[in-house]
């Protein structure tokens, strides 16, 4: 059971992520795919190489 929350958890970290990168203009699939397979590792570095926001106009 722990370990299928845990795998509950990177997946929505994971969605989370890949809808910021494309609010960003990143490739939200690849960050989406990264942080849910490396969650560890994988959310400080998007945290570290994010791009500012593309603001709507």
């Not at 990177?10 to 990143?26: F, H, N, P, S």
């Not at 490739?27 to 945290?47: D, R, T």
């Amino acid at each position: 059971m722990p370990q299928l929350i845990g795998i509950l958890i990177a997946l929505l970290v994971g969605i989370l992520v890949g809808q910021d990168a494309k609010k960003r203009g990143m490739s939200p699939w690849a960050w989406g795919i990264f942080v849910f397979l490396i969650l560890i590792i994988g959310l400080p570095v998007y945290f570290i190489v994010r791009k500012p926001k593309i603001e709507d106009q």
